[in-house]
């Protein structure tokens, strides 16, 4: 669709837009200002069975707010038609589901509005998702401490073995990956991928679409041919593509993928659940991150707090030198954010499979035995990361409490 779709030039938005074209580009224009994720113009009533009203809602921060709505100038009706019209979508189909984008140049960057609209008895509404295009950070610029992306750089250059990157939807796992395949690709490695879907091209990579029927072992044989140094497995999900992971970094090839587990070290469980022994395990395992995104706090309005004796005394076990520390609470939202919090800061635990780690795994210690000799070599957890964070003012630990649960 988006080679048909020809680029929208936004217009510079008027103080007090008047015609529909000058109304849909100033909205836009706001969106992309207030740095919306979404846009969402829909209906409602000021009460249950009350005259239907047009609303419009920016999705920031994760959080949707209402925007003030006299803009729309009572065009709503117009101002669905003309997204339409800018998405090549049928204007009198106005009873059934429509999806469609608009590739858009403005000020700030080329973008592209994914726009789904859905038919209700009162009219259509739509919601518009603003996807800006995608930067990669830089290895070193990922929020990582000086220790961590040394260590992350030291096992990317490994010639064979497998990195596990984990956490739950939506923690920056993307990024990461993306981030330290484009901090190895160059015309002397060749880097292949198995995506569901491919979202982004980087350069010297071979993307490869996976579907839900994607034969792993077919997989496998066809990466060996591929002359491969590196590979991006996108997700290991079954025994099947495991056991593809784990025999492709045990050939010389050295296996980037992610897994859904709880820490660093619940990896290796998960890769003996999908009936992994713990011997190829420990031969081919050189490396887990697990992370998560966590809400940052506004500096501009974060307001001082001060917890109860139970939660400070438990702050103050995991991270004693600290006690006493000013602690922050999100403020009230203020012009620089959205209810208190700017954007998200990731939060990292990297297990480097040392050959004491390798042993244990090995003899299948427990995760008690794993965990000590980790945190013996300077292993910090998920936990101790996060109240760093919160020691610094950069996170609530309210925050840390709902987004460390996976
Ligand atoms: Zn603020």
Known sequence: MST????????????????????????????IRSKASDLHLGLTTAAPGGPVTYMLRFRVHGKL?????E???GSQKEILSR???LA???????????????????????LVLRLSFVPTPDGEEVVIRVQRAQKIPALDHLGMTKEMHQAMVSLSQQKSGLIVINGPAGSGKTTTIYSLLTSLACAERKIITAEDPVELRLPFVSHTAVGKNTSFAQLQKAFMRQDADVIFIGEVRDIESAEAAVQLAQTGHLVVTTLHTRDALGVIPRLEAFGIHPNFIASTLVGSLAQRLIPRLCTHCR????YDAATTTYMNSILPMFAGAKLFKPGPGCTNCAA??????PIYELLAVTPQVSDLINRKASQKELLDVAVENGMLSLGQEALLRVYSGHIDFESVKTYLVV
């Open 4 to 31: 048909k779709n020809p680029t929208y030039e936004l217009g510079v938005a008027k103080a007090r837009p008047t015609s529909v074209q000058e109304i849909v580009d100033f909205i836009i224009t706001q969106a």
């Open 65 to 69: 707010q209402m925007v003030r709505t």
């Open 71 to 73: 803009v729309l100038g």
């Open 83 to 85: 997204l339409k019209v």
């Open 88 to 110: 090549n979508l049928s204007t009198t189909d106005i009873g059934n589901p429509q999806d469609g984008q608009i590739n858009m140049n403005t000020p700030e960057g080329s």
């Open 303 to 306: 307001a001082e707090v001060t």
């Open 340 to 345: 208190g919090f700017m954007g998200r800061i």
